[in-house]
């Protein structure tokens, strides 16, 4: 049992009995997908649980992306952090948009807004951030840029579930945020996403989008996508969110014993959970830095040799995907802090079924390493 390999993490399920009544409901009515019952509960329940207005379910957090760049109608250049998942500036380059890339901040890895505006040229229309690792961005700096500018923001709030900052749920900030309910996700619909939203109005044009344009039976308004979620998927949120408060606890307690355990070790750096009054514990980056006696690569390979499977969110940097490197912002010179960063994270494994063994074990190779 020890010897199991582990997961840099590892989906809650609820107890699959709990599942059954909602799926004999949908074999009753027989009402799969297109705006079903769960799926109208499902968002009403998120905008509970989250505190915002108005939620639009997707099918994923890529095309909900997508569809909020479509909704707000966003053109041109959109200056965007290096260091994500790719699917950020995938879904700039499926709009077509340029990614413009600025670099970002020590502290909490995200966009560093004292360098947006030199990115700034005439053809730029929109921000696009991310609250990398469930930590806020600076929204308040970014929003005074986006309005001094006339620019829209799009937050991709993909590892944001659940985080409040000192005014409430992060979610409200911007025109947009996006969230992904991937299967590795904090809160998981096995692939789901949603896009939070100010207005009844904007959630309406998103429902167009994501359903073929489609408003009656014969009238269609938009291009839109097929990005639905099924009921199926929605079912399955309803049941999670019930869940949540417990899943929270047990990430809160991990990301604690990790702290607590990993003091004190030369060249380890816990990223801080920052700026949040509730933070989701989604991820739990360690930098690994000089006067530790092994580069991160180096324990990155030593854990895998014992089975522990932590990844380098993010590296690569997305500038140095192919299909970016040309772009002038993708200049590793004008990057250095998300140059550094892509060498030097480490993202240990967190997830609420990981028990205390296992992550002795964990650090236990920390430790070992460290001697
Ligand atoms: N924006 C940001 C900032 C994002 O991080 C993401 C997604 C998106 C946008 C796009 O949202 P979606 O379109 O995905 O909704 C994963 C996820 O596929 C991706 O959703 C996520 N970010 C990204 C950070 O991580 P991989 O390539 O690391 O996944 P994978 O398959 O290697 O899974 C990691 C580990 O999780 C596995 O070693 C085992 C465990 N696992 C995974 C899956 C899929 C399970 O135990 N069960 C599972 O079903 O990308």
């Known amino acids: 049992m020890s010897d199991q390999p582990i997961c840099v993490t590892q989906p809650y399920l609820p107890p699959l009995e709990e599942f059954t009544p909602y799926l004999e409901k949908i074999w009753a009515n027989k009402i799969l997908t297109n705006g079903g019952p769960f799926h109208q509960q499902f968002e009403q329940a998120l905008c509970n649980h989250l505190g915002v207005p108005h939620v639009a379910l997707l099918s994923n957090g890529t095309l909900s992306l997508i569809t909020a760049l479509q909704a707000l109608r966003v053109t041109g250049e959109v200056i965007t952090t290096p260091y994500s998942f790719v699917a950020t500036a995938h879904a700039l380059l499926w709009h077509g948009c340029e990614p413009v890339f600025v670099d970002v901040e020590p502290r909490t890895l995200n966009l560093d807004p004292a360098r947006i505006e030199a990115a700034i040229t005439p053809r730029t229309t929109a921000i696009m951030p991310v609250h990398c690792y469930g930590n806020p961005c600076d929204t308040a700096a970014i929003r005074k840029i986006a309005d001094d500018y006339k620019l829209r923001v799009i937050y991709d709030a993909a590892h944001a579930f ?30 789901g996403g949603a896009i939070i939203c100010p207005d009844a109005e904007t959630k309406q044009r998103i429902d167009h989008l ?28 309803l049941l999670q969110l019930q869940h949540m408060p417990g899943v929270m606890r047990r990430r809160a307690e991990i990301d604690a014993r990790y702290r607590q355990q990993l003091q004190g070790i030369e060249g380890i750096h816990c990223l801080p959970q920052a700026g949040q009054r509730s933070a989701n514990h989604a991820y739990f980056p360690v930098l690994v830095q000089p006067g530790y006696p092994l580069g991160r690569d180096a324990l990155y390979q030593k ?19 192919p299909m970016y490197r040309h772009l002038p912002s993708a200049d590793r010179a004008n990057l250095p802090v998300a140059t550094h960063a892509a060498a030097q994270v480490l993202c240990l494994p967190i997830y609420p079924a990981l028990t205390d063994e296992q992550q002795e074990r964990i650090v236990g190779v920390i430790v070992e390493a460290a001697a």
């Not at 005014?167 to 590795?184: E, I, K, M, N, Y």
């Open 162 to 191: 659940a985080v409040q900052d000192e005014g409430g749920s992060v979610l409200r900030h911007g025109d947009l945020s996006v969230l992904s309910f991937h299967a590795t996700k904090v809160f998981n619909t096995f692939e």
């Open 303 to 321: 854990l895998k040799d014992r089975g522990i499977h932590a990844r380098r969110y993010f590296y690569p940097l997305i500038p140095d995907f």
């Open 210 to 237: 994501k359903n073929f344009g489609f408003v009656d039976e014969t009238t269609v308004v938009v291009p839109g996508i097929n990005a639905k979620m099924s009921e199926i998927n929605a079912a399955f949120g």
